[in-house]
């Protein structure tokens, strides 16, 4: 599933992918939103009750938000910085790294909520952001943008745009090629 990346991506690959990146992306959402109330795949909200808390002079938790949103883009950061580095590397799979970080990091936080009480909520939710951060920016590389898996604002986006397409056929010619995404 990993091996085949950009244009050697087939929709098949791509199918595989999503399903899986996309379920593992569900769990850690559901899950952050009922242990701890917040969403924890994407920014979106995160940035609009940062900017209401400052506007509202609530600095501290503006600032919280602010994390969250910087946690899930050092995720992104470093999974494509990783893929990056690797890249030159033929005999290392680019996304081997990025993929064990989540896995481990979503293990460690599975271990600790178990075991204990936890003790800074806030912490783990810019844990999960980051995970999220580094799975969203692990599949965009895969998939050559075309797969997202943490949110889904982009995705019903993207299909809107192609199924108007669909509908204006001289305009459109390659609608194939819509049909198979």
């Given amino acids: ?3 085949h990346q950009g244009k050697k991506g087939t929709l098949k690959h791509n199918l595989q992918i999503a399903i899986v ?14 242990a701890f109330h917040q969403l924890t795949t994407n920014v979106t909200g995160h940035f609009a009750l940062f900017i209401n808390d400052v506007a509202d002079f609530k600095f501290w938790r503006g600032t919280v938000y602010f994390l969250y949103i910087l ?3 050092l995720g992104s950061f470093i999974s494509s910085f990783l893929i990056e580095k ?11 790294f990025s993929t064990l970080i989540e896995v481990v990091t979503l293990v460690i936080i ?11 909520p806030d912490l783990i ?7 999220m951060g580094l799975q969203n920016a692990l ?12 949110h889904l604002t982009g995705l ?19 609608r194939h090629k819509i049909k198979q995404t």
């Fill in 86 to 96: 690797f890249k030159a590397n033929k005999k290392t799979n680019v996304f081997v």
């Fill in 21 to 34: 990146l996309s379920f593992v992306a569900g769990i850690v959402n559901v899950t952050g939103f009922l």
């Fill in 125 to 131: 939710v810019c844990t999960l952001l980051f995970t």
């Fill in 156 to 174: 019903f986006t993207d299909l809107g745009i192609e199924l108007t397409q669909l509908l204006f056929p001289t305009a459109y010619p390659n």
């Fill in 1 to 3: 599933m990993f091996r």
């Fill in 139 to 150: 599949v965009t590389k895969i998939s050559n943008a075309v797969v997202r898996t943490t």
């Fill in 110 to 120: 599975a271990l600790i909520g178990d075991v204990s009480a936890v003790k800074y």
């Fill in 71 to 73: 946690a899930f883009l």
